[in-house]
């Protein structure tokens, strides 16, 4: 499967943004669904996940409670909507994609096979 993310730009602290992540396949069923975020000189963060059949969600400590990630309007399509941006949370972001992960290692991005190629978000303060 190919993923696309998109959604990022340039935002103001405080301000929001939804990225998307989308599918070629016409669904996400069966599906755990990864957001991972790296910023320059730093390793691949977690910052959230969702199990598309049970909509069941985590999220990395730093995003918690600001970010929310949802099952989009489209079968193959996952929403990652950040509020209250910080400067912090400048990185490019990535949408990631697997059938056969476990709970527990959700938040490792080793197990998640299909990446997509990222789309930038940048905060000012």
């Known amino acids: 499967v190919q993923l696309q993310a998109s959604g990022g730009g340039l935002v103001q602290a405080g301000d929001s943004l939804r990225l998307s992540c989308a599918a070629s396949e016409r669904t996400f069923s069966g599906y755990v669904i990864g957001w991972f975020r790296q910023a320059p000189g730093k390793e691949r963060e977690f910052v959230a996940a969702i199990k598309w059949s049970s909509r069941h969600t985590r999220y990395g400590d730093s995003v918690k409670g600001r970010f929310a990630i949802s099952r989009g309007n489209a079968e193959n399509q996952v929403y990652l909507l950040m509020n209250s941006l910080k400067p912090e949370d400048t990185a490019i972001y990535y949408c990631?994609?697997?059938?056969?992960?476990?709970?527990?290692?959700?938040?490792?991005?080793?197990?998640?096979?299909?990446w997509g190629q990222g789309t930038q978000v940048t905060v000012s303060s």
């Open positions: 990631a994609a697997d059938r056969h992960i476990i709970t527990s290692t959700q938040t490792m991005p080793d197990p998640y096979d299909y």
